[in-house]
Protein backbone atom coordinates (compact mmCIF):
# COMPACT_ATOMS: atom_id res chain seq x y z
CA UNK A 1 0.00 0.00 0.00
CA UNK A 2 1.69 3.60 -0.97
CA UNK A 3 1.83 5.51 2.01
CA UNK A 4 -0.11 8.97 1.48
CA UNK A 5 1.88 12.01 0.59
CA UNK A 6 2.74 14.33 2.94
CA UNK A 7 1.94 18.09 1.28
CA UNK A 8 2.97 20.03 4.30
CA UNK A 9 6.48 19.97 4.92
CA UNK A 10 7.82 23.37 5.83
CA UNK A 11 11.39 21.93 7.39
CA UNK A 12 12.39 20.15 4.43
CA UNK A 13 15.15 21.84 2.76
CA UNK A 14 14.01 22.37 -0.79
CA UNK A 15 10.89 23.75 0.46
CA UNK A 16 13.00 26.15 2.74
CA UNK A 17 14.76 27.35 -0.16
CA UNK A 18 11.60 28.09 -2.01
CA UNK A 19 8.28 26.99 -0.01
CA UNK A 20 5.70 27.88 -2.63
CA UNK A 21 5.45 25.54 -5.16
CA UNK A 22 4.59 23.46 -1.86
CA UNK A 23 2.13 25.99 -0.89
CA UNK A 24 0.64 26.07 -4.77
CA UNK A 25 -0.02 22.60 -4.51
CA UNK A 26 -1.62 22.55 -1.46
CA UNK A 27 -4.10 24.86 -3.10
CA UNK A 28 -4.80 23.04 -5.67
CA UNK A 29 -6.31 20.63 -3.31
CA UNK A 30 -8.73 23.01 -1.41
CA UNK A 31 -8.71 25.40 1.16
CA UNK A 32 -7.73 23.34 4.26
CA UNK A 33 -5.73 20.66 4.38
CA UNK A 34 -5.30 17.99 7.72
CA UNK A 35 -1.50 17.15 8.22
CA UNK A 36 -0.21 14.10 10.12
CA UNK A 37 0.24 16.28 13.44
CA UNK A 38 -3.70 17.26 13.03
CA UNK A 39 -3.14 20.07 12.11
CA UNK A 40 -4.42 22.17 9.65
CA UNK A 41 -3.00 24.30 7.06
CA UNK A 42 -4.90 26.87 5.29
CA UNK A 43 -3.44 28.48 1.80
CA UNK A 44 -5.96 30.07 -0.03
CA UNK A 45 -6.32 33.49 0.43
CA UNK A 46 -10.29 33.88 1.73
CA UNK A 47 -9.17 30.87 4.17
CA UNK A 48 -6.46 32.53 5.51
CA UNK A 49 -8.21 35.69 5.76
CA UNK A 50 -11.30 34.25 7.51
CA UNK A 51 -9.04 32.60 10.35
CA UNK A 52 -6.88 35.67 11.10
CA UNK A 53 -10.06 37.69 11.75
CA UNK A 54 -13.37 35.22 12.93
CA UNK A 55 -13.58 35.70 16.88
CA UNK A 56 -13.52 31.52 17.14
CA UNK A 57 -10.05 31.42 16.37
CA UNK A 58 -7.79 32.80 19.49
CA UNK A 59 -4.17 33.51 19.35
CA UNK A 60 -4.07 31.76 22.93
CA UNK A 61 -1.84 28.78 23.51
CA UNK A 62 -4.32 26.03 25.12
CA UNK A 63 -2.80 24.40 28.28
CA UNK A 64 0.51 25.91 27.28
CA UNK A 65 1.34 23.13 25.32
CA UNK A 66 4.78 23.98 24.00
CA UNK A 67 6.28 24.85 27.90
CA UNK A 68 7.36 22.92 30.64
CA UNK A 69 7.44 23.85 34.21
CA UNK A 70 11.21 24.66 33.31
CA UNK A 71 10.15 27.53 31.31
CA UNK A 72 7.93 28.92 34.30
CA UNK A 73 9.63 32.32 34.00
CA UNK A 74 9.52 32.99 30.17
CA UNK A 75 6.05 31.53 29.72
CA UNK A 76 4.92 34.22 32.33
CA UNK A 77 6.81 36.86 30.37
CA UNK A 78 5.70 35.38 26.82
CA UNK A 79 1.42 34.51 28.74
CA UNK A 80 1.35 38.86 28.43
CA UNK A 81 1.99 39.16 24.84
CA UNK A 82 0.13 40.69 23.13
CA UNK A 83 -0.37 38.56 20.37
CA UNK A 84 -1.11 35.96 22.66
CA UNK A 85 -3.93 37.90 24.03
CA UNK A 86 -7.71 38.24 23.37
CA UNK A 87 -10.60 39.80 24.23
CA UNK A 88 -10.62 42.94 26.89
CA UNK A 89 -7.19 41.93 27.83
CA UNK A 90 -5.73 42.37 24.05
CA UNK A 91 -8.38 45.64 23.93
CA UNK A 92 -6.58 47.37 26.88
CA UNK A 93 -3.04 46.33 26.05
CA UNK A 94 -4.06 47.63 22.53
CA UNK A 95 -5.55 50.59 23.72
CA UNK A 96 -2.83 51.81 26.23
CA UNK A 97 -0.19 51.11 23.06
CA UNK A 98 -1.78 52.93 20.42
CA UNK A 99 -2.30 55.79 23.29
CA UNK A 100 1.75 56.27 23.96
CA UNK A 101 3.40 55.07 20.53
CA UNK A 102 1.58 56.52 17.42
CA UNK A 103 5.02 56.38 15.07
CA UNK A 104 4.00 60.34 14.59
CA UNK A 105 7.93 62.22 13.56
CA UNK A 106 9.74 58.63 13.15
CA UNK A 107 10.78 58.92 9.38
CA UNK A 108 13.30 61.33 10.62
CA UNK A 109 14.82 59.37 12.71
CA UNK A 110 14.96 56.02 10.45
CA UNK A 111 16.28 58.03 7.75
CA UNK A 112 19.13 59.38 10.23
CA UNK A 113 19.81 55.72 11.36
CA UNK A 114 19.45 54.19 7.34
CA UNK A 115 21.95 56.94 6.20
CA UNK A 116 24.78 56.63 8.65
CA UNK A 117 24.38 52.61 7.94
CA UNK A 118 24.62 52.96 4.24
CA UNK A 119 27.18 55.94 3.62
CA UNK A 120 30.12 53.51 4.49
CA UNK A 121 29.52 50.78 1.96
CA UNK A 122 29.47 52.77 -1.36
CA UNK A 123 33.02 52.50 -1.67
CA UNK A 124 32.98 48.97 -0.61
CA UNK A 125 33.81 45.66 -3.20
CA UNK A 126 31.98 42.99 -0.83
CA UNK A 127 29.25 43.45 2.01
CA UNK A 128 26.78 41.32 3.59
CA UNK A 129 23.22 43.12 3.07
CA UNK A 130 22.04 41.00 5.99
CA UNK A 131 24.97 41.86 8.62
CA UNK A 132 25.75 44.95 6.85
CA UNK A 133 22.53 46.55 6.18
CA UNK A 134 19.49 44.81 7.84
CA UNK A 135 20.92 43.85 10.81
CA UNK A 136 21.66 47.41 11.74
CA UNK A 137 18.44 48.86 11.73
CA UNK A 138 15.58 47.55 13.39
CA UNK A 139 16.95 47.63 17.02
CA UNK A 140 18.47 50.69 17.16
CA UNK A 141 15.28 52.53 15.85
CA UNK A 142 13.04 50.74 18.75
CA UNK A 143 15.53 51.74 21.24
CA UNK A 144 15.36 55.16 20.35
CA UNK A 145 11.23 55.30 19.93
CA UNK A 146 11.30 53.53 23.58
CA UNK A 147 13.77 55.88 25.45
CA UNK A 148 16.16 53.17 26.29
CA UNK A 149 20.06 54.44 26.14
CA UNK A 150 21.07 53.50 22.70
CA UNK A 151 24.19 52.03 24.20
CA UNK A 152 22.45 49.28 25.21
CA UNK A 153 20.59 48.16 22.10
CA UNK A 154 22.92 45.43 21.02
CA UNK A 155 21.72 43.58 24.12
CA UNK A 156 18.19 44.00 23.99
CA UNK A 157 18.72 42.44 20.05
CA UNK A 158 20.81 39.85 21.74
CA UNK A 159 18.36 38.99 24.40
CA UNK A 160 15.04 39.49 21.88
CA UNK A 161 16.75 37.07 19.55
CA UNK A 162 17.04 34.27 22.01
CA UNK A 163 13.62 34.61 23.39
CA UNK A 164 12.66 34.07 19.85
CA UNK A 165 13.45 30.34 19.90
CA UNK A 166 11.00 29.39 22.26
CA UNK A 167 8.12 29.60 19.80
CA UNK A 168 9.75 26.67 18.64
CA UNK A 169 7.22 23.32 19.36
CA UNK A 170 10.69 21.38 19.08
CA UNK A 171 12.95 23.39 20.91
CA UNK A 172 15.67 21.00 23.23
CA UNK A 173 15.80 21.37 26.71
CA UNK A 174 19.09 23.16 26.81
CA UNK A 175 18.18 25.66 24.73
CA UNK A 176 14.75 26.44 26.54
CA UNK A 177 17.25 26.64 29.78
CA UNK A 178 19.34 29.28 27.38
CA UNK A 179 15.76 31.33 26.33
CA UNK A 180 14.98 31.07 30.62
CA UNK A 181 18.32 32.57 31.79
CA UNK A 182 17.04 35.27 28.94
CA UNK A 183 13.84 36.53 29.77
CA UNK A 184 14.83 36.73 33.37
CA UNK A 185 18.03 39.33 32.73
CA UNK A 186 15.72 41.14 30.01
CA UNK A 187 12.93 41.74 32.45
CA UNK A 188 15.38 42.52 34.85
CA UNK A 189 17.15 44.78 33.01
CA UNK A 190 13.87 46.81 32.15
CA UNK A 191 12.78 46.73 35.42
CA UNK A 192 15.65 49.39 36.47
CA UNK A 193 15.35 51.26 33.33
CA UNK A 194 11.86 51.53 33.91
CA UNK A 195 12.08 52.54 37.85
CA UNK A 196 15.10 55.36 35.88
CA UNK A 197 12.50 56.47 33.54
CA UNK A 198 9.96 56.97 35.73
CA UNK A 199 12.12 59.46 38.08
CA UNK A 200 14.52 60.98 35.95
CA UNK A 201 12.09 60.91 32.37
CA UNK A 202 8.57 60.20 32.45
CA UNK A 203 7.80 61.63 29.43
CA UNK A 204 10.29 58.34 27.59
CA UNK A 205 7.56 56.02 25.57
CA UNK A 206 8.55 53.33 28.61
CA UNK A 207 7.21 55.04 31.07
CA UNK A 208 4.40 56.68 29.32
CA UNK A 209 3.37 52.66 28.97
CA UNK A 210 2.98 52.87 32.78
CA UNK A 211 1.29 56.29 33.45
CA UNK A 212 -0.64 56.50 30.39
CA UNK A 213 -4.52 54.72 30.09
CA UNK A 214 -6.71 53.17 27.53
CA UNK A 215 -9.68 55.43 26.19
CA UNK A 216 -11.52 53.47 28.91
CA UNK A 217 -9.24 54.33 31.61
CA UNK A 218 -7.70 51.17 32.21
CA UNK A 219 -3.61 50.41 32.69
CA UNK A 220 -1.23 48.69 31.79
CA UNK A 221 0.60 46.74 34.90
CA UNK A 222 4.51 46.92 35.43
CA UNK A 223 4.61 43.13 34.15
CA UNK A 224 2.49 43.95 30.88
CA UNK A 225 4.44 46.86 30.40
CA UNK A 226 7.80 44.97 30.32
CA UNK A 227 6.46 41.75 27.87
CA UNK A 228 5.07 44.64 26.07
CA UNK A 229 8.67 45.70 25.26
CA UNK A 230 9.91 42.88 25.03
CA UNK A 231 7.35 41.50 22.46
CA UNK A 232 7.95 44.86 20.75
CA UNK A 233 12.26 43.85 20.43
CA UNK A 234 11.02 40.31 19.25
CA UNK A 235 8.45 41.38 16.69
CA UNK A 236 9.71 44.22 15.37
CA UNK A 237 14.03 42.74 14.73
CA UNK A 238 13.22 39.74 13.09
CA UNK A 239 10.69 40.31 11.03
CA UNK A 240 12.11 43.43 9.70
CA UNK A 241 15.86 42.25 9.39
CA UNK A 242 14.19 39.22 7.48
CA UNK A 243 12.31 41.36 4.91
CA UNK A 244 15.18 43.55 3.75
CA UNK A 245 17.10 40.30 2.85
CA UNK A 246 14.06 39.19 0.93
CA UNK A 247 13.39 42.51 -0.41
CA UNK A 248 17.29 43.02 -1.64
CA UNK A 249 17.16 39.45 -2.88
CA UNK A 250 13.98 39.74 -4.80
CA UNK A 251 15.24 42.87 -6.56
CA UNK A 252 18.89 41.64 -7.48
CA UNK A 253 17.43 38.84 -9.23
CA UNK A 254 15.09 41.31 -11.02
CA UNK A 255 17.32 43.98 -12.68
CA UNK A 256 14.92 46.17 -14.51
CA UNK A 257 12.91 46.23 -11.83
CA UNK A 258 15.94 47.30 -9.73
CA UNK A 259 17.05 49.70 -12.29
CA UNK A 260 13.05 51.01 -12.54
CA UNK A 261 13.31 51.56 -8.93
CA UNK A 262 16.72 53.40 -9.08
CA UNK A 263 15.19 55.43 -11.93
CA UNK A 264 12.33 57.09 -10.25
CA UNK A 265 12.38 56.94 -6.54
CA UNK A 266 8.88 57.73 -6.53
CA UNK A 267 7.92 54.16 -6.89
CA UNK A 268 9.09 53.25 -3.41
CA UNK A 269 5.79 52.72 -1.38
CA UNK A 270 4.13 50.50 -4.68
CA UNK A 271 7.23 48.66 -4.84
CA UNK A 272 7.76 48.30 -0.96
CA UNK A 273 3.85 46.64 -1.28
CA UNK A 274 4.98 44.46 -3.52
CA UNK A 275 7.75 42.96 -1.99
CA UNK A 276 6.16 42.79 1.36
CA UNK A 277 3.40 40.46 -0.75
CA UNK A 278 6.30 38.44 -2.84
CA UNK A 279 8.00 37.28 0.23
CA UNK A 280 7.05 38.04 3.47
CA UNK A 281 9.23 37.76 6.47
CA UNK A 282 6.47 36.30 8.72
CA UNK A 283 5.29 33.26 6.21
CA UNK A 284 2.30 32.03 8.55
CA UNK A 285 0.70 32.82 12.12
CA UNK A 286 -0.99 30.36 14.31
CA UNK A 287 -4.62 29.94 15.42
CA UNK A 288 -6.56 27.47 17.42
CA UNK A 289 -10.54 26.46 17.65
CA UNK A 290 -11.80 27.58 20.65
CA UNK A 291 -14.98 25.58 19.82
CA UNK A 292 -15.97 22.84 17.31
CA UNK A 293 -17.28 24.46 13.99
CA UNK A 294 -17.38 23.89 10.18
CA UNK A 295 -14.42 25.44 7.65
CA UNK A 296 -14.17 24.74 3.81
CA UNK A 297 -16.53 22.04 4.73
CA UNK A 298 -14.28 20.28 7.30
CA UNK A 299 -15.18 19.63 10.96
CA UNK A 300 -12.49 21.34 13.48
CA UNK A 301 -12.69 20.57 16.95
CA UNK A 302 -12.07 22.66 20.02
CA UNK A 303 -8.26 22.89 20.58
CA UNK A 304 -7.25 22.51 17.01
CA UNK A 305 -4.80 23.90 15.47
CA UNK A 306 -4.84 25.69 12.56
CA UNK A 307 -2.26 27.77 10.10
CA UNK A 308 -3.14 30.66 7.96
CA UNK A 309 -0.14 30.07 5.51
CA UNK A 310 0.13 33.97 4.90
CA UNK A 311 3.28 33.78 2.21
CA UNK A 312 0.83 31.12 0.33
CA UNK A 313 -2.37 33.39 0.70
CA UNK A 314 -0.22 36.20 -0.75
CA UNK A 315 0.54 34.40 -4.31
CA UNK A 316 -2.96 32.73 -4.25
CA UNK A 317 -4.36 33.70 -8.39
CA UNK A 318 -7.57 33.53 -7.91
CA UNK A 319 -6.65 37.35 -5.95
CA UNK A 320 -3.23 38.28 -7.40
CA UNK A 321 -2.56 37.24 -11.42
CA UNK A 322 0.61 36.50 -12.26
CA UNK A 323 1.60 35.95 -8.35
CA UNK A 324 5.04 34.58 -9.05
CA UNK A 325 6.25 37.67 -10.69
CA UNK A 326 6.72 41.11 -9.62
CA UNK A 327 4.47 43.40 -10.28
CA UNK A 328 4.71 47.43 -9.47
CA UNK A 329 1.41 48.07 -11.55
CA UNK A 330 -0.78 45.96 -9.33
CA UNK A 331 -4.17 47.65 -8.91
CA UNK A 332 -4.93 46.87 -5.66
CA UNK A 333 -2.03 45.72 -2.90
CA UNK A 334 -4.31 44.21 -0.06
CA UNK A 335 -1.85 41.56 0.56
CA UNK A 336 -1.79 39.98 4.45
CA UNK A 337 1.61 40.37 5.52
CA UNK A 338 0.80 42.38 8.02
CA UNK A 339 -1.92 40.49 9.16
CA UNK A 340 -5.73 41.56 9.34
CA UNK A 341 -8.16 42.24 11.85
CA UNK A 342 -7.73 42.51 15.73
CA UNK A 343 -3.97 41.42 15.59
CA UNK A 344 -3.09 43.02 12.69
CA UNK A 345 0.42 44.46 12.92
CA UNK A 346 1.03 47.50 15.24
CA UNK A 347 4.15 47.91 13.89
CA UNK A 348 3.26 48.13 10.36
CA UNK A 349 3.80 51.68 10.12
CA UNK A 350 7.12 51.63 11.48
CA UNK A 351 8.28 48.45 9.39
CA UNK A 352 6.79 50.34 6.04
CA UNK A 353 8.82 52.82 6.87
CA UNK A 354 12.28 51.06 7.58
CA UNK A 355 11.97 49.22 4.53
CA UNK A 356 11.21 51.92 2.51
CA UNK A 357 14.13 54.04 3.78
CA UNK A 358 16.48 51.14 3.11
CA UNK A 359 15.26 49.49 -0.51
CA UNK A 360 15.18 53.57 -2.07
CA UNK A 361 18.34 54.31 -0.01
CA UNK A 362 20.12 50.51 -2.05
CA UNK A 363 18.19 51.12 -5.49
CA UNK A 364 20.19 54.80 -5.25
CA UNK A 365 23.16 54.01 -3.97
CA UNK A 366 24.21 50.48 -3.85
CA UNK A 367 22.53 48.86 -6.87
CA UNK A 368 26.06 48.25 -8.81
CA UNK A 369 26.25 45.11 -6.42
CA UNK A 370 24.96 41.96 -7.57
CA UNK A 371 24.53 38.27 -5.76
CA UNK A 372 27.84 36.73 -4.68
CA UNK A 373 28.32 33.02 -3.94
CA UNK A 374 25.60 31.07 -3.03
CA UNK A 375 23.18 32.30 -0.21
CA UNK A 376 21.64 30.41 2.64
CA UNK A 377 18.30 30.66 3.63
CA UNK A 378 17.56 30.72 7.69
CA UNK A 379 16.28 26.80 8.52
CA UNK A 380 13.01 28.08 9.61
CA UNK A 381 10.07 28.98 7.23
CA UNK A 382 8.23 31.06 9.43
CA UNK A 383 10.62 33.42 9.86
CA UNK A 384 11.73 33.51 6.22
CA UNK A 385 14.67 35.80 6.16
CA UNK A 386 18.87 34.91 5.10
CA UNK A 387 21.55 34.11 7.13
CA UNK A 388 23.88 35.57 5.28
CA UNK A 389 23.55 37.87 1.83
CA UNK A 390 26.84 38.37 0.53
CA UNK A 391 27.08 40.74 -2.51
CA UNK A 392 29.92 41.93 -4.90
CA UNK A 393 30.75 45.28 -6.22
CA UNK A 394 30.56 45.45 -9.87
C1 LIG B 1 8.08 43.36 7.81
C2 LIG B 1 7.98 43.36 9.13
C3 LIG B 1 6.81 42.80 9.89
C4 LIG B 1 5.94 41.80 9.55
C5 LIG B 1 5.93 40.96 8.27
C6 LIG B 1 4.99 41.67 10.63
C7 LIG B 1 3.91 40.80 10.64
C8 LIG B 1 2.96 40.74 11.62
C9 LIG B 1 1.75 39.94 11.56
C10 LIG B 1 1.34 39.05 10.40
C11 LIG B 1 1.06 40.15 12.72
C12 LIG B 1 -0.29 39.53 13.09
C13 LIG B 1 -0.12 38.10 13.51
C14 LIG B 1 -1.43 37.38 13.75
O1 LIG B 1 -2.53 37.93 13.57
O2 LIG B 1 -1.34 36.24 14.16
C15 LIG B 1 1.83 41.05 13.54
C16 LIG B 1 1.48 41.46 14.80
C17 LIG B 1 2.25 42.33 15.56
N1 LIG B 1 3.38 42.99 15.17
FE1 LIG B 1 4.29 42.86 13.37
N2 LIG B 1 5.32 42.56 11.63
C18 LIG B 1 6.41 43.28 11.22
C19 LIG B 1 7.04 44.30 11.90
C20 LIG B 1 6.71 44.73 13.16
C21 LIG B 1 7.34 45.81 13.89
C22 LIG B 1 8.47 46.69 13.33
C23 LIG B 1 6.76 45.87 15.12
C24 LIG B 1 7.02 46.81 16.28
C25 LIG B 1 8.14 47.43 16.53
C26 LIG B 1 5.73 44.86 15.16
C27 LIG B 1 4.91 44.63 16.24
C28 LIG B 1 3.81 43.78 16.21
C29 LIG B 1 2.91 43.62 17.35
C30 LIG B 1 3.02 44.31 18.71
C31 LIG B 1 1.93 42.70 16.94
C32 LIG B 1 0.77 42.16 17.78
C33 LIG B 1 -0.45 43.03 17.57
C34 LIG B 1 -1.65 42.56 18.38
O3 LIG B 1 -1.70 41.40 18.80
O4 LIG B 1 -2.57 43.38 18.55
N3 LIG B 1 5.72 44.19 13.96
N4 LIG B 1 2.97 41.42 12.83
Redesign the pocket.
Known amino acids: MKRPERLWQPYLPKNVYDPYPMYDRLRDEGGLYKDITGSWIATRYDTVRFL?TDEHFK?QIPNHKFHTKQASYSTRVMDAW??L?EGQV?KR??GV?TNVIDWQGIEAIVQEVVDQNLAPLKSKSAIDAVKDIALLT?TRI?TRILGLPIQDAPRCKSWAGVLLWAVNPYITPQKLALVEQNAREFATYLDGILDQCEKERPDSAIARLLNTPDDDGNYMTREEVIS?VI??YT???E??V??IGNAIYALLKAPDKMAALAADPSLINIATEEL?RLD???QY???FASVDIEVEGEKIRKGDLVI?V?GAANRDPEVFEDPHQINFKRKKYNH?????????????R??RI??RAVLKGFAENLSHFRLDALVKRNPNIMFRGFKALPLKAV
Request: contains cysteine; proline residues 4%; charged residues 15%.
Open positions: LTILRHLRAPIFFLSGETVNFLSSLSIRPILTFGVGRHYCFGALAES
